[in-house]
Structure formats: structure tokens, C-alpha cells
T-cell receptor, first 108, second 115 residues
Framework: GQQVMQIPQYQHVQEGEDFTTYCNSS?????IQWYKQRPGGHPVFLIQ?????EVKKQKRLTFQFGEAKKNSSLHITATQTTDVGTYFC????????FGQGTELSVKP | DAGVTQSPTHLIKTRGQQVTLRCSPI?????VSWYQQVLGQGPQFIFQ???????GRGNFPDRFSARQFPNYSSELNVNALLLGDSALYLC??????????????FGDGTRLSIL
């Protein structure tokens, strides 16, 4: 079935460093949604990408959807301790197909 | 406005027992979905209900069942519990069931432990 692969599984950074997580699929994705799950919390919607090559920004976060709609990335500039959590990409249809997530830890 | 509410927050059961988890969606949301999240993994889709009808089912055994009520709240039932059913069960609601893709709003989940 449809699978969304996400790398890396873990990322440890020093506060102020940048962070990127990548989401890949072997088949064309209809769309991508990104969620953040804080430790002990639930996934919270961040953004949705639909168009080929789409780029969206939210303050220090930049989201991209590949030209072939088979990959996506989330880049955080100058991480802060509040960025700690697991970031998931998911293809959204009637259901969400989640990637495995990238757990981000930030050392102050 | 209240978000998605789930009950109970924690539950401990033994193998072979049955469990019922409950979810109330955001007011006005007619679609409810259930997900299972095992530690260290992404949520896995179990069911989607829209307007009281099942609209999707994930790759879970028949021991898992669900329903949606006229007020759009939902229950997830799991029979003959196995150790592998230990997980965080998440409920999510959205405004629509089909057509326009909308964000899913998740509840805090029910953490189920099987002994």
C-alpha cells in the first residue's frame, strides 16, 4: 500500500542551528500535510501543500512540495527549545497516511 | 471553543478483555477518525466515520469496531485484547468527510496498556 518514508528518525541540534526533515514517496502524492507532536501530546496541524513545487513559510518554518509531488521537506531556521517534538508528514485523503516522524531535540 | 475530547485518558486492561474508547468532535465537525499510535511510530489509520457511516477502514482485524452517533460523537471498541494493542489511541475530527481535504484536529488520546 501507499507508504510515506520520512528521514531522519532523530535529529539532535544545538539551539540556533537549522533543522530539516524529508518526506519521500515512491508514488505521486495528492497533497502533504505536516503535523507537530510535542512529547506527551497529540499531533497538531501545521500546514498543507497541494501544488507541485509549492513553498510555504510560517515564521522560521519553510515547507516545500517537490516538483514531481513525490517528496516534501520541512526546514526550521535557527531552532529554539520550543521547536522540540516529533514532526510528521502525512498524505491526506479520507485518511491520513503518516510518515514515521522525525524527533527533534534542541540543546540550549 | 472546546477541542476534540477523548475519554478515558488512561486505561489498563488484561489480555482477552474488551475496551470502549470515546470521542467527542469539535462542534460542527461531522467527520471522526480513529488512529493507533505505537510508541516511536506515526499514527496508523483505523476508521473514519462521516455522518454516521463508515467511510474508511484501515488494516486492522475485525476485533476493532467503531460507530458514530447522531451527535457525531464516536466510540471505538476493541475485543479480545492482545498485548500488541497497547498504544495511544487518537481521535481526530474535521469539517468534511470527502471532497475538500481539511486539517485533522486531534484529541489528547487514550493511552491503553494491556497487561
Amino acid at each position: 500500500g501507499q507508504q510515506v518514508m520520512q528521514i531522519p528518525q532523530y535529529q539532535h541540534v544545538q539551539e540556533g542551528e537549522d533543522f530539516t526533515t524529508y518526506c519521500n514517496s515512491s508514488t505521486t502524492l495528492s497533497n502533504i500535510q505536516w503535523y507537530k507532536q510535542r512529547p506527551g501530546g497529540h499531533p497538531v496541524f501545521l500546514i498543507q501543500l497541494v501544488k507541485s513545487g509549492e513553498v510555504k513559510k510560517q515564521k522560521r518554518l519553510t515547507f516545500q512540495f517537490g516538483e514531481a509531488k513525490k517528496n516534501s521537506s520541512l526546514h526550521i531556521t535557527a531552532t529554539q527549545t520550543t521547536d522540540v517534538g516529533t514532526y510528521f508528514c502525512a498524505e491526506a485523503g479520507g485518511k491520513l497516511i503518516f510518515g514515521q516522524g522525525t524527533e527533534l531535540s534542541v540543546k540550549p | 471553543d472546546a477541542g476534540v475530547t477523548q475519554s478515558p485518558t488512561h486505561l489498563i486492561k488484561t489480555r482477552g478483555q474488551q475496551v470502549t474508547l470515546r470521542c467527542s468532535p469539535i462542534s460542527g465537525h461531522k467527520s471522526v477518525s480513529w488512529y493507533q499510535q505505537v510508541l516511536g511510530q506515526g499514527p496508523q489509520f483505523i476508521f473514519q466515520y462521516y455522518e454516521k457511516e463508515e467511510r474508511g477502514r484501515g488494516n486492522f482485524p475485525d476485533r476493532f469496531s467503531a460507530r458514530q452517533f447522531p451527535n457525531y460523537s464516536s466510540e471505538l471498541n476493541v475485543n479480545a485484547l492482545l498485548l500488541g494493542d497497547s498504544a495511544l489511541y487518537l481521535c481526530a475530527s474535521s469539517g468534511t468527510g470527502t471532497g475538500v481535504i481539511q486539517p485533522q484536529h486531534f484529541g489528547d488520546g487514550t493511552r491503553l496498556s494491556i497487561l
